[in-house]
């Protein structure tokens, strides 16, 4: 500790006060592990220890200043991340059991290993190849995802292999790709600079991505746009925005289609563009025609006037983007939902050009790593299994049979599930995620869980939920634990150096999935073992991709702070020569072409059908869930960090003032919330944030609020609809009364 | 108010606060903590919110809006922190006039966070000392903003030297809804705010308050009870001593002990100078014991007065601060009472042992220590009145504390003493001489005067109540909706004692007084005014409402701090509430 010298007052000695320093040996470059937002964060290390066994400490954390994008500046959770790392319940050692009533024992890596890959080939060799699945996440590094990938399509061959990024971004490349003919975000954060309208939909952009809302937060203080926020619930970015559209949960199809319905009959669509670059407009119009802001008021709750108010506002400006997240994303017709924004961008030509974009923010720090290169809904780097081109061009490159691969994708993650219920399926192996928290209806994936022969975890925690019913345990390394790149939202590959070592025995997934692949005697896949060989493979095999990574290298990444896809070894050596250009893409479509085969993105007609979950007389409320900004999904991390934890330790639940006095229910009193699926015991904080008649309960929290939800899917994406579940609520009185 | 000289800083910085563009996002608390190293359960920057509007998709008005403010140290032009504190751990540093504090000097009184309006000093239980923000002063000299500014992500929370940066922008303000008065402590701290404000604004702890504005044009707000409001829910009535907060039972017990024991004295010595210091066995003997008894029942009470503290044995610090702090002072006061009462009761034993025809202590001396005891006794109540007057705690800052503390002393002094008398003349059976027996009722009568005076003060601090809306109108919706029991059972306590009084004075002045009967009043009486005090001063601290920034859902309310204690969920220290002991 410094002392810190004070020239107090005139009557007092001069005394000096101790001011923490918290002193600092190295400060590592990373790319922050939470969310889709990319930022850039160093870690400070501190080294401990002396003669040669040398402790390297996470210490401190500070935004990079010179980030493309976050400048400097981290949200809490990217304050308190390199806490993570040291918090406690990391999983040290590899666990085997052979009945999941036992205790579990620790053993070697070479036994667990073996054990696993004795079993996989057990299971696959009795019951077939997709008898084995495997739930892979957001959450580790793109060379990881893309070894995982070569292990599972071109090694053990399960067709039933997806990731968690169902549960959240399903919706978004299902839309994306009826759309523009591929997956990919085709704007940039860097949109908000130029825009002349935001519209938002089903997004607290402020709690869920705090520093894209710094971003724009920066771009309206140097020019004020308007900025129109559609959602059920007045959040914090609500009371941010111009226009609170307070909308009917579920019907934003419904809204979407009245705002091209008012654009196209007032004229405000750019003819040339829909003519130039779009296909489908004549039915597209069709459709659209019935959709009159008067038909939609009753259906969404939206005033007509407020519908054409927006519709205009959106229409005439020069430049106008959409942003959406989960209130999109999370419904029975998420990917409808998805293209609806798309149509509205495309009928105004809003696509490709600065300020003019449909900008999905993204979940998971790498959800889009996992859609580039971990072949879970396909191959890698977008292509697909439908295509044989890709399946022969991928088959070569990795040196497997093209027939190896299955001709079209199999079970996705929401579908995996009850393919185990059912006995179809006999092994899972997750990796670094948490379904027992994050799946609908909880009590229905705990029976599932329970029923596996074999039941292989891969995490960095344990315990945890998931791992309760789990046969082995396998230790992962953590964020910056090892070296490796992310994707966040606006396309922008980042790179995470390793700051410290992992705890015990815990190894990289990369390691455990090369491992692994040389216990299967599949080592041959593997002539890349290093992350860094790993991207340098994927960086070759994704030339003349959309996801292009032919350019990029991990000291270009280091140097400019992460860069976005594509970028070809030509943008690389033109901004090796012009300092003032860099070396990538911040925008898909530019040039008004699509990766449609006939290049031209698609209008989608699209009806609406409610085939929600809807309240009713047994079950009078709307249940929402959503996030809340100290939390990470589902808390492994931010529940085990005091200084995140303590803004919401427990669940609670949103209520309004009318409903709560209609119950008998006073703020800070418990409620029990009832549903068709369960029950949960929760705190009351009354407040008019909800509407009558809806309440919101964050879903972070284990056997918490997917107790209660119901989750149908997306008939396209395989998405869970979270967001619209129907519920009762009775006081419970004995919180009360307890003195 | 003026700024004392030494306490004027060569340039005041202070935080703007821009309330439009904060969003919650705790980046600031999260960037304070990880600099200052702060564990879960102590926050010096915290971001508090009150909830206004209504919002109703089928119409009718979507006001709601959810006002964040985050607020830490406001670096005072009037610091009542460092005035308060006995150990002198604070300073106003000149150079930027940042307010900090010294956790090594600090012995964990907690006065400091009594008298702030803010909650600005966080006390760690588990460390048994306060620290807070230092303004990042380290930063400051490097040229940085302090860490919270530097985290922030929406504009919210600027730096700045004050009246420079306000006055070239306009539209800053002293005062924002959930702000308490700054002329307490006149705060360097600034708000903005353009767009509108729901007339009413409620808090989300259980802090029994709402805000609404007194005029359309004012964004400074009173604050009004809502203790009968349905969205509030207040802690279970009850006088259960598990409410308090800890310390708060030895405080009580050692300030009615202090007073009780300087009432002893003034009454006891009273009587030994009415008497011209003769009094009859067995009274004289008895007498020669009372003293001593005095010291040491005033040294329980020092001991208690210790318990409170984090670190007791940092108590020697206590007189670093006699310049501001009416805690050095009573401190001060009460030890020299200490002091003179054991040479008051020394030297009278002394006298009394020694061998008559040796020069023994002159009875002038005697009495003029004795004299100065009861003024520096005075003293000692005046001052802790004045520790208790501080308008961080609206409720306690009425005349009426001082008068109470005073009337305690002439209350249960006198009864102790007169009872004490009465009863050793009824058991030994020796009646009291005439003359003792006129001192006696003279202190029974000033007992009863006493007693009148307090509850006549005590109804007009109830007239005053009335008409307050702030905190002390919280205050006085917890006495008469949720200790109302108490409150009675002390009433009916004070109407016992005051009929028993006049009662044994009556029978006193009668022919032949029957001696056990006036002993067996007065002793009732006395056996009345003590639980009926202790009471009183227990609901005190139980009702009194600080002046508080708006907490949030889980941090600082009092009643999520409640639940967690109760369910055990404290003892898990990821929670951030520390658990009972």
């Known amino acids: 500790m410094a002392m810190w010298p004070f020239t107090s007052n005139r009557d007092r000695q001069i005394r000096p006060i101790n001011i923490r320093q918290n002193p600092v040996d190295e400060w590592v470059p990373t790319t922050c592990g939470y969310c889709s937002t990319g930022c850039g964060i160093e870690v400070g290390v501190r080294k401990e220890g002396e003669r040669g066994i040398q402790l390297r400490k996470p210490v401190a954390a500070r935004g990079m200043p010179a980030h493309p994008v976050n400048q400097g500046k981290l949200c809490l959770k990217g304050i308190w991340e390199f806490e993570a790392i040291t918090a406690h319940d990391r999983a040290t050692h590899p666990l085997l059991r052979e009945n999941r009533s036992d205790p579990f024992q620790r053993v070697s890596w070479d036994e667990a290993l073996s054990w696993v890959a004795e079993q996989f080939q057990r299971v696959q060799s009795v019951y077939g190849r997709d008898a084995l699945a495997v739930a892979s996440t957001g959450q580790i590094y793109t060379e990881e995802f893309y070894a995982l990938g070569k292990l599972v399509r071109g090694g053990l061959g399960t067709n039933n292999y997806d990731g968690n990024t169902t549960l959240c971004m399903a919706s978004a490349v299902s839309g994306y790709k009826r759309a523009f003919g591929s997956d990919g975000p085709p704007g940039c954060y860097e949109d908000f600079e130029h825009t002349e309208c935001l519209l938002a939909f089903g997004s607290n952009l402020v709690e869920c991505h705090p520093v894209i809302h710094y971003r724009l937060k920066e771009a309206l203080e140097r020019r004020k746009f308007p900025v129109i926020v559609v959602d059920p619930r007045v959040t914090n970015f609500v009371s941010q925005a111009d226009l609170h559209l307070p909308i009917r949960p579920g019907t934003d199809l419904v809204l979407l289609n009245a705002l091209a319905h008012v654009i196209l009959a007032e004229g405000l669509h750019d003819g040339a563009y829909i003519e130039r670059c779009t296909a489908g407009f004549e039915e597209f119009c069709r459709m659209v025609a019935k959709f009159s802001p008067e038909f939609a008021e009753p259906i969404t709750g939206i005033p007509a006037e407020r519908i054409r108010q927006v519709a205009r506002l959106f229409g005439r400006a020069k430049t106008a983007m959409c942003i959406w997240t989960m209130g999109i994303n999370q419904s029975t017709h998420g990917t409808d939902g998805v293209n609806g924004i798309t149509n509205l961008c495309l009928i105004t030509g809003n696509i490709g050009k600065p300020g003019g974009t449909a900008l999905s923010i993204t979940g998971q720090c790498n959800a889009m790593g996992t859609r580039e290169f971990s072949s879970c809904s396909g191959l890698p780097a977008y292509r697909q299994l439908e295509n044989p081109e890709h399946r022969s061009e991928i088959a070569r490159r990795w040196g497997v049979e093209e027939a190896f691969f299955p001709p079209k994708r199999g079970r996705q993650m929401t579908d995996i599930f009850p393919a185990i219920e059912s006995g179809e399926i006999k092994a899972l192996w997750l990796i670094a995620t948490n379904p027992m928290t994050s799946m609908p209806n909880t009590h229905r994936v705990d029976a599932i869980l329970s029923k596996l022969d074999c039941f292989v975890v891969q995490d960095v925690f344990y315990p945890h939920e998931s791992a309760e019913h789990a046969h082995c345990v396998l230790p992962a390394a953590m964020w910056a634990e090892k070296t490796g790149t992310l994707t966040n939202s606006e396309r922008r590959v980042g790179l995470v150096r390793k700051a410290v070592d992992p705890p015990g025995e815990a190894r990289s997934d990369l390691e455990i999935f090369v491992a692994l692949g040389d216990k299967l005697g599949l080592g041959r896949l593997f002539p890349s073992r290093t992350s860094e060989e790993v991207f340098a493979e994927m960086a070759q095999i994704s030339h003349g991709r959309p996801c292009d990574y032919s350019g990029l290298t991990y000291e270009l990444l280091e140097a400019y702070g992460g860069l976005q896809w594509p970028v070809t070894p030509d943008l690389v050596s033109r901004a090796a020569s012009d300092q003032n250009v860099r070396p990538e893409m911040p925008r898909l479509y530019a040039d008004g072409r699509f990766n449609t085969p006939d290049g031209k993105a698609r209008l989608v007609a699209l009806d609406f059908e409610d085939t929600n979950e809807r309240p009713d007389a047994n079950y009078p409320f709307w249940l929402n869930t959503g996030r809340v900004v100290e939390h990470w999904h589902t808390r492994t991390k931010t529940g085990r960090i005091g200084n995140l934890n303590k803004f919401s330790p427990i669940p609670y639940v949103e209520m309004h003032p009318a409903d709560a006095e209609e119950l008998w229910i006073r703020h800070l009193d418990h409620a029990m919330v009832y549903s068709r699926r369960g029950e949960l015991k929760v705190l009351v904080q009354v407040s008019a944030r909800v509407a009558p008649g809806s309440i919101f309960i964050p879903f972070h929290f284990a056997r918490g609020a997917n107790l209660l939800t119901l989750g149908l899917l997306d008939p396209i994406s395989r998405q869970p609809a979270y967001k619209q579940t129907a519920v009762r609520i009775t006081k419970v009185f004995e919180e009360t009364d307890g003195g | ?581």
């Open chain 2, 1 to 581: 108010m003026a700024v004392e000289p030494d306490l004027k800083p060569q340039k005041q910085y202070g935080f703007f606060f821009r309330a439009d563009n904060c969003i919650a996002c705790h980046s600031c608390e999260a960037a304070c903590s990880q600099k200052n190293g702060n564990p879960p359960r102590i926050a010096w920057r915290h971001v508090g919110y009150l909830e206004g509007g209504s919002y109703d998709p089928r119409g009718g008005s979507n006001d709601f809006l959810r006002l964040n403010t985050s607020m830490a140290c406001n670096h005072c032009t009037d610091p009542v922190c460092l005035k308060g504190c006995p150990t002198g751990a604070y300073v106003k540093y000149e150079k930027y006039g940042a307010v900090i504090q010294d956790s090594d000097i600090c012995f964990g009184c907690q006065y400091c966070t009594w008298v702030c309006p803010y909650n600005a000093p966080a006390y760690d239980p588990v460390k048994g000392s306060v620290s807070k923000c230092n303004m990042c002063v380290d930063r400051l000299d490097l040229g940085l903003n302090p860490a919270c500014v530097e985290a922030c992500l929406g504009h919210a929370l600027e730096f700045g030297e004050m009246g420079k940066r306000d006055l070239e922008e306009s539209g800053w303000v002293t005062r924002m809804a959930g702000f308490p008065d700054p002329s307490i402590t006149q705060p360097n701290v600034r708000f903005q705010r353009h767009k509108p404000i729901p007339t009413t604004m409620i808090r989300t702890d259980s802090v029994p308050l709402r805000y609404v504005p007194k005029s359309p044009a004012e964004t400074g707000e009173p604050v009004v009870p809502q203790v009968a409001d349905p969205r509030v829910k207040i802690e279970p009535a009850g006088l259960s001593l598990r409410s308090l907060k800890t310390g708060e039972l030895p405080l009580a017990i050692f300030t009615l002990l202090v007073q009780m024991v300087i009432g002893a004295f003034w009454t006891g010595f009273g009587l030994l100078v009415w008497m011209e210091g003769q009094l009859p066995p067995p009274f004289g003997a008895a007498m020669q014991w009372f003293f001593p008894g005095l010291t040491a029942a005033l040294a329980v009470g020092m001991g208690l007065s210790t318990a409170h503290l984090g670190k007791p044995w940092r108590c020697y610090r206590a007189l670093n601060n006699l310049r501001y702090s009416w805690l050095s002072r009573e401190i001060l006061a009460v030890g020299s009472v200490f002091g003179g009462l054991l040479l008051y009761a020394g030297l009278s034993l002394l006298s009394a042992w020694l061998p008559p025809g040796l020069p023994g202590v002159s009875p002038q001396i005697l009495q003029g220590v004795g004299w100065g005891v009861c003024v520096v006794g005075a003293a000692a109540i005046y001052c802790m009145g004045k520790i208790y007057l501080i308008p961080a705690r609206p409720y306690w800052n009425h005349p009426h504390t001082m008068v109470a503390f005073f009337t305690s002393a002439l209350n249960l002094g006198p009864l102790a003493v007169a009872s004490g008398l009465l009863c050793l003349s009824a058991v030994s059976g020796v009646p009291l001489p005439a003359s003792l027996m006129v001192g006696v009722t003279v202190a029974l009568g000033v007992a009863w005067v006493t007693l009148v005076v307090q509850r006549v003060s005590e109804w007009n601090r109830a007239r005053a109540l009335a008409t307050r809306t702030d905190e002390a109108a919280a205050s006085r919706e917890l006495l008469t909706r949720v200790y109302h029991r108490w409150v009675n059972l002390r009433l009916g306590l004070t109407g016992l004692q005051l009929l028993l009084v006049p009662v044994a004075i009556l029978i006193g002045l009668s022919a032949a007084p029957p001696a056990d009967l006036i002993a067996g009043l007065t002793l009732g009486a006395f056996a009345v005014a003590v639980p009926k005090s202790l009471v009183g001063r227990i609901i005190m601290y139980l009702v009194v409402v600080p002046t508080t920034m708006p907490g949030s859902l889980f941090l600082r309310n009092p009643g999520f701090v409640s639940f967690a204690r109760k369910s055990g969920l404290a003892a898990d220290p990821l929670v951030g509430v520390v658990p009972a002991h």
